[in-house]
């Protein structure tokens, strides 16, 4: 199993940071092994679901809302 540690700073998006270090490994298929730190929001769809939901954190607390329905490709 190769390992590729990643650090990113305050702000930057998680998604975009791992798609632009597996396209530079030219890795094809990942996964997250461990991550430590904080998020100032999580995006989350199921698949196959129209909605996505944002999970925002405020304070030691959680707002969650619908933010969009993706529409089919």
Not at 14 to 25: C, D, I, Q
Not at 47 to 54: Q, V
């Amino acid at each position: 199993m190769q390992t590729l540690p990643l650090r990113l700073t305050r702000g930057q998006d998680l998604r975009a940071a791992l798609e632009s270090v597996l396209t530079a490994h030219h890795v094809t298929a990942a996964f997250v092994l461990q991550g430590i730190g904080s998020a100032a929001a999580l995006c989350r769809r199921h698949a196959g679901a129209s909605l996505t939901w944002e999970i925002a954190f405020r304070r030691r607390c959680a707002k969650i809302m619908p933010i969009r329905a993706n529409r089919p490709a």
